[in-house]
Every structure is written in structure tokens, then in C-alpha cells.
């Protein structure tokens, strides 16, 4: 034997403090938690505040988690194991016990304690910005002509929140402020400037667009950093893909864009060929996508089809692309009183 207890005088080979483990043990508490425990939550998003940080949870969950943080145990053992139990006192009382095994020299004990954990309404940092209108950059988004389609806009806004909900996937400080028509084009707000540059030249790229981009200084924020609004400019072309277009005085069919350039199908022979993107300021539109005409087809054969001219009424045999699909109308295009298949 290696000594023995002060209070009981059992001899024993360990002793913690002059004592045997089993007066040691004696009405001592193992673990203590305080009164309560503050547990912050957004009204807004539901999130909790843990951490240091907002993080999606169970409200059990985390209530639980808010306890375990305040749990101590006494600096002689160690909490091995955690069982809680939960019971709502209201909605926003929720009384937490945690069943603990605490370990102290070889032997393992058995302790609870009992906490109120208060849930407390906050409005987290994101969701502070998307209340009170946050915004970082604006993108602008404006085309060659006078006035930006319905079509090309739908087009071009789906294409701009489709990029910001994959950003949003894993980042949560991503969002769109808000939209508005302006004249000219369409003006998107945006959480980050980080996030206007991606969409810049995602879209710049996909629409051979002309891009620009001007920061503003608006003040400073608390650690006393300078704080900017970057304004990213995306300027459409007055082509798009569909439209019959000019390009160094031959007429094509704009059957794709890149952020390599483009490429044309010939009216006259169905070839294919492929445009610079620094080439692609030469190429003039002669006829919009949503303005080319329809022609009823009276008889297809082996590389031609034969139309009623919706001009006069007189048939036309067009040469047709080898496999194109023709029902009972085509569409058709005049180019100096000549009348082509548009494929």
C-alpha cells in the first residue's frame, strides 16, 4: 500500500488530495453549469450564433452545443462522455441537462448538470446587409442599341442569377440587392465585389461583350480600410446568335458566340467558318433573329426545297443544308431580291 485516507484512514495505493477516491467523491460536484446561457438567433434566417460565428442548426442542437460550451469540470478529472436531455420550458427557455461520465485517475464517475438555455432574437451580419440594402458593386448591363430586348434581358438576368446561386452554394455572403430597369438596360446590385467581377467576364466571355469596369471611394470601414463601390459595365453587341448578320460584305447566319469569338454559317453554301473575338467588332447585324420570315414549302427534294415567295407568290427553289429538317414552313431571308433558306 502506498498511503492511506485522512478522512476514513483506509489504505489505499492512490489518494487525490490526502483522500481515497470514495470520500473524494463524496458530495463533490464534478461539473457545473451556470444559471443560464445566452443563445443568440436570427429572426431573419434562422441561423445561431457559435463561434464567432452564424451557422445553421437544429435549435435542439443547438441549445445542446450552447450548454457544452458553458459546462466546466473540476481540474482533478475530465469529461469522457456527454449525454444530454432537453425539455422546453417555452419557446424561447429550453432547460438542458448534460449527463457526464467524469474520469479521475482510474476511476470513471457518473455527474449531471442543468442549464436554461434563453434563445435571444439578433439579425445576423447577412442578413443585416440584405435588410438595410447592401451592396458593393453594380452591374450594368447595357447593349449597342438604343434599347436592350425583353428577350436578350430575360435572357442575360437568368444567366446572371444562375452564376450568383452556384456562388451562393458556398458563400453565404453572396446575394442580389436588388434589379432595376433603367433606360438603356438593366442595372443588378450586387453583395460583393468579387462577385461583379466573376459576372463581368462570365458574361463579357459568353456575349463577346465590351466590358469596363470604375471603382468610387465611400468611406472607411472600422479598422479604417478604404471602402469602394465598383460600377462593372457590360456592354452588349448589337449581334446576337440567330441574327443574319454582314461581315466583311458577305452575309451569314450567327450561329455561335464565345469568349473565343464566333461562328458563321454562309447563306450561299452552308459553310462554316470561325470569327476572331478581335474580329468580331467588323460584324454588322442585317436582319434580327425575331424579324427573319417564313416561306410555306410546296415540295422538298435532294439539296432544295421549293417555297411560295411570300413577296409575290411566285415558287422559289433554295438550296438547303444536307440533313436539315423541314416541315411545312421554312425560314427565309432576301438579300437583294434573292431569297435564301435560313437554317
Known amino acids: 500500500m502506498n498511503g492511506f485516507c485522512v478522512e476514513c484512514g483506509k489504505e489505499v495505493d492512490k489518494t487525490v488530495h490526502g483522500l481515497c477516491m470514495e470520500c473524494f467523491l463524496r458530495d463533490r460536484t464534478l461539473v457545473t453549469l451556470p444559471d443560464h446561457v445566452d443563445l443568440l438567433t436570427c429572426t431573419n434566417c434562422g441561423q445561431f450564433y457559435w463561434h464567432g460565428d452564424w451557422q445553421s442548426m437544429v435549435e435542439e442542437k443547438a441549445a445542446v ?29 429550453i432547460s438542458v441537462t448534460l449527463g457526464c461520465r467524469v474520469q479521475i485517475e482510474d476511476i470513471v464517475a457518473d455527474a449531471l448538470a442543468t442549464t436554461i438555455v434563453r434563445i435571444k432574437n439578433a439579425v445576423c451580419k447577412i ?73 463581368v467576364k462570365d458574361l463579357g466571355d459568353m456575349y463577346c461583350a465590351e466590358t469596363n ?28 446568335i440567330g441574327d443574319i448578320v454582314i461581315f466583311r460584305k458577305r452575309y451569314y447566319l450567327l450561329s455561335r458566340v464565345s469568349n473565343q469569338g464566333g461562328k458563321l454559317v454562309s447563306l450561299d453554301g452552308f459553310r462554316e467558318m470561325s470569327v476572331k473575338r478581335q474580329d468580331m467588332p467588323e460584324i454588322k447585324v442585317y436582319c434580327k433573329a425575331a424579324d427573319i420570315g417564313t416561306a410555306d414549302v410546296i415540295t422538298v427534294s435532294d439539296g ?16 438547303i443544308p444536307k440533313g436539315a429538317e423541314i416541315g411545312e414552313k421554312v425560314r427565309v431571308i432576301r438579300i437583294e431580291e434573292v431569297l435564301y433558306f435560313v437554317p
Open 65 to 93: 452545443t450552447a450548454a457544452k460550451e458553458a459546462l466546466t469540470c473540476i481540474k482533478e478529472g475530465k469529461v469522457v462522455s456527454v449525454d444530454p436531455s432537453v425539455s422546453y420550458l417555452d419557446d424561447y427557455n
Open 127 to 199: 442578413c443585416s446587409r440584405r435588410l438595410g440594402n447592401y451592396y458593393e458593386a453594380i452591374l450594368q448591363i447595357r447593349t449597342s442599341e438604343k434599347t436592350l430586348s425583353k428577350d436578350l434581358q430575360d435572357e442575360v438576368l437568368a444567366r446572371v442569377e444562375k452564376v450568383v446561386d452556384d456562388a451562393m452554394a458556398t458563400d453565404d455572403n453572396v446575394f442580389i440587392t436588388k434589379m432595376e430597369i433603367v433606360p438603356g438596360g438593366v442595372d443588378v446590385y450586387l453583395s460583393l465585389i468579387a462577385l461583379g467581377r466573376a459576372l
Open 213 to 240: 469596369e470604375s471603382a468610387k471611394l465611400v468611406g472607411q470601414t472600422r479598422d479604417g480600410l478604404d471602402m469602394y463601390r465598383v460600377n462593372y459595365l457590360v456592354r452588349l453587341p448589337e449581334f446576337h
Open 304 to 319: 432544295e426545297v421549293q417555297v411560295m415567295d411570300p413577296s409575290n407568290y411566285s415558287m422559289v427553289d433554295l438550296l
